[in-house]
């Protein structure tokens, strides 16, 4: 099948390695991404994510391992024969050129006919809300119009894969959630597969079907942003996606009082923020610890609490405004719960 007809695809990434000289910037990292799958790289900065994107696209040979596209070897390919669209920030456009010849610049070097770029570079002008600014020239567009121009750029030729690094970054908060909610639309209108590098992490849960969480040049994590969230494989990927509680057990109990605990009885049990609630008196059973309240912020919605347990654990709630009663100040004696099946040890 001819590149261009092809819609989405699938690749599987076997023992990748990237060194720089002794460095190695990426240690055996395998996963699939599935065709049509909108696969977001998580991690701090320097985890190797950008490195992940590059050896993808072809730009930077994987010192170890293999790479497949729907099935066939492709790591010794070019990136022009792999073809994939790309996206980063601030993607140069090419100034002296409108909007639409920007657009229409790969289907041209495609040798694409007329009548067929002419109605592809409309439809994609559509797509991506650029409707009305074709015939303006780079300099006279906003930064996220920028943006919107690059991105119609890189899918105007229906490319198999779509690579991101970062390419919201430089937008304010308001335009980066209005693009997040185009992107997800335009990764559902078009069906391809889509990578997008993001060291944001609420930019990663709203984006993603599913989450590769990077450190230290090694994949930690792979899953949906729920199971990413609530069952975060070890204690960097839980405390990387957010707060998070962590209390140390001891033979089954926090601080005197038996606690739900799934497997060893001794360790560090972690909770959400959110699925955790106060109590005013000493509950007769289930979860609890006593904790006075040491500072409490109204965020509308919710509110946020901080406790101090008794034993000196500091501890974070984030719980419906609604629930909690008008008079409760800082300084007063209460009680942390929380549902056993929303607790898991670290
Ligand atoms: N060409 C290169 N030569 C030497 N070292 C490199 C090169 N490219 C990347 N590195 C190193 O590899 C590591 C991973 O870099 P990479 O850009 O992949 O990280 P990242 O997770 O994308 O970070 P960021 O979010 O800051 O972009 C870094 O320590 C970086 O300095």
Redesign the pocket.
């Known amino acids: 099948m001819a590149r261009t007809e092809r819609k989405a695809a699938e690749i599987d990434a076997t023992g990748i390695g990237k060194s720089?000289?002794t460095?190695k910037?990426l240690t055996d990292v395998t996963l699939t991404i599935a065709r049509g799958e909108f696969l977001t790289l998580l991690?701090?900065?320097?985890?190797?994510?950008?490195?992940?994107l590059m050896v993808l696209s072809g730009f930077e040979p994987p010192t170890t391992g293999r790479l497949l596209l729907d099935g066939r070897d492709m790591t010794d390919i070019s990136p022009e024969e792999r073809g994939f669209g790309m996206v980063f920030q601030g993607y140069a456009l090419f100034p002296h050129l409108t909007v639409e010849e920007n657009i229409a610049f790969p289907l041209k070097v495609q040798r694409r006919g007329r009548a067929e770029i002419r109605r592809r570079v409309a439809e994609i002008i559509e797509m991506v809300g650029l409707g009305g600014h074709g015939h303006k020239r780079p300099a006279g567009l906003s930064g996220g119009q920028q943006q919107r121009v690059a991105l119609a750029r890189a899918l105007a030729y229906e490319p198999p894969v779509m690579l991101f690094d970062?390419p919201f970054s430089a937008l304010d908060r308001n335009l980066r959630s209005q693009m997040q909610d185009e992107m997800r639309r335009i990764h559902r209108e078009t069906g391809t597969t889509f990578v997008f590098?993001t060291?944001d992490q609420e930019e990663a849960l709203t984006l993603s079907s599913r989450i590769a969480i990077?450190e230290a040049?090694c994949l930690q994590q792979i899953g949906s942003p729920r199971d990413i969230y609530e069952r975060p494989g070890n204690r960097f990927v839980a405390e990387f996606l957010g707060d998070i509680n962590v209390l140390p057990i001891r033979d089954g109990k926090l601080e005197g009082r038996e606690v739900t605990v799934q497997g060893d009885p001794d360790g560090d049990l972690a909770i959400r923020p959110e699925y955790m609630r106060i109590a005013l008196q000493a509950p007769a059973e289930g979860n609890a610890v006593a904790a006075r309240l040491t500072d409490l912020t109204y965020l509308g919605g919710v509110t946020r609490l901080n406790l101090r347990t008794a034993g000196g654990a500091e501890l974070v709630l984030s719980v419906p405004t609604a629930e909690l009663s008008d008079g409760l100040t800082p300084g007063a004696e209460i009680w942390a719960t929380w549902p056993g099946e929303r607790a898991f040890m670290l």
């Open positions: 720089f000289g460095f910037a991690g701090p900065s320097g985890s190797g994510k950008t490195t992940f970062e590098v060291h990077f040049g």
